[in-house]
């Protein structure tokens, strides 16, 4: 194992975790209440294995190309893998195949085809409604106002599990205002849905932000691993 790798990406966990408890201490709440995903996407399956051997256990990807190589690659750590990525249905197969849990699902149609690849494939996957937070079509995400049938849907539909809601805070506004605009809609969710306890925002730069307005799960890269490059196998 890489020393030097290790002790970098040891220092990040170290920077991202204390950021974490900064901001639930903030906001009240237990640091047990929000979980890490790192996101590896471009880094090597070799980051994977230093991260597991740092205790992280929730990995996630938005490339399903990386993504079910370094799944094969880990086969056998205990981890928890995210699709956090936009998915299109040609790729529903193979991501279904490694994803524990899909963040970005935000059509009819993608629900349907994740179904029958679960259930063909013998998984039960979770699923969150990813939501547009502004107009920008490029980022993926369902309306606000179709969010909850959507979310209905996930739940009646075979070999799925809805778990919640997920969001990227739109660019040019201040994020905990989306933020806040999405605990609003897990909150409907859950009206209907109980169990769909999740919400997944914040990221790097405005992790602080997306917990103090509910968050569950932050997904964080480049203050974990660095400064994205061109991912090399």
Not at 76 to 84: K, N, R, Y
Not at 98 to 105: E, F, I, Q, T
Not at 130 to 142: M, S
Not at 212 to 225: C, E, F, P, Q, S
Request: some cysteine; charged content about 25%; overall charge neutral.
């Amino acid at each position: 194992m890489d020393v030097t790798r290790t002790s970098q990406i040891a220092a990040g966990l170290a920077e991202v975790e204390a950021r974490i408890a900064e901001a639930c201490a903030a906001a009240g709440r237990a640091r047990d209440e929000v979980t890490l995903i790192a996101v590896t996407k471009t880094y090597p399956a070799a980051d994977v294995r230093i991260l597991a051997g740092l205790g992280v256990r929730e990995i996630g990807e938005n490339r399903d190309q990386e993504a079910s190589l370094k799944a094969r690659e880990c086969a056998d750590l205990p981890l928890t893998w995210h699709f956090v990525g936009q998915l299109q249905t040609n790729k529903v197969r193979s991501v279904a195949g490694y994803a524990d849990v899909v963040h970005s699902v935000d059509r009819s149609r993608l629900v349907a085809a994740l179904g029958h690849e679960a259930v063909r494939a013998g998984r039960r996957i979770g699923c969150l409604v990813q939501v547009a937070l502004d107009d920008d079509p490029d980022r993926g995400g369902v309306r606000p106002v179709d969010v909850p049938a959507l979310a209905d849907e996930i739940a009646a539909t075979e070999g799925l599990r809805l778990g919640g809601v997920m969001a990227v805070a739109p660019l040019g506004e201040e994020p905990g205002k989306s933020f806040a605009r999405l605990r609003e809609l897990a909150l409907a969710v859950q009206a209907g849905h109980p169990g769909a306890t999740i919400i997944s925002a914040g990221m790097s730069g405005d992790l602080a932000q997306a917990i103090a307005h509910g968050a569950t799960h932050v997904r964080v890269g480049t203050a974990l691993l660095g400064r994205r490059k061109p991912f090399v196998r």
